[in-house]
């Protein structure tokens, strides 16, 4: 395989599970998009995040990014993320607009809890024309919780990423 990299947005833990579980299956870097300002991770404030989400989805908010992603250095790209309103999180939008991914290899992953990958593929072909974006690995989130290296195993051998 190419130089890979996967990077992942997880403000709870799933994502950022699959993503270690695709890495270790391949061997790829790990990194994770991290927020200028953190989104709070305590499960018992969820009705708080998803109000958030929602203003932040309404608004076309663009979150900062703290940390640089190099993505120039990597041939493919698997990018992860949860499903916050049916699409993935604003911070994603922030990545796709950042970074330049022309000539890449894109491979979406999220998690979700029933709404599969929301269209969020179709997004980022839209969002990156230049790319080659690949099928993605929706995640059901209990599913993410409690395992996927069977799931991601199968996916990547699908891709031929394996």
Do not use: C
Not at 38 to 54: T, V, W
Not at 125 to 138: D, F, I, R, W, Y
């Amino acid at each position: 395989m190419s130089k890979a990299l996967v990077v992942y947005f997880s403000v709870y833990g799933t994502a950022k599970k699959t993503a270690e579980e695709i890495a270790r299956q391949t061997g790829a870097d790990l990194m994770e998009i991290e927020p200028v300002v953190p989104y709070d991770s305590n499960r018992d404030h969820y009705n708080a995040l998803a109000k958030l989400a929602k203003q932040q989805h309404d608004t076309n908010a663009r979150p900062a990014i703290k940390n640089e992603i190099p993505v120039r250095d990597y041939d493919t790209i698997f990018v992860g993320y949860p499903m916050w309103w049916y699409t993935f999180p604003m911070i994603l939008y922030t990545f796709f607009d950042k970074y330049d991914f022309s000539g890449k290899t894109i491979v979406p992953f999220n998690t979700h809890m029933g709404s599969g990958d929301g269209g969020t593929y179709r997004t980022i072909k839209e969002l990156e024309p230049n790319a080659n974006v690949l099928a993605g690995l929706p995640m059901e989130m209990s599913d993410a919780e409690r395992g996927n290296a069977k799931a991601v195993s199968q996916w990547l051998q699908k891709l031929g990423l394996k």
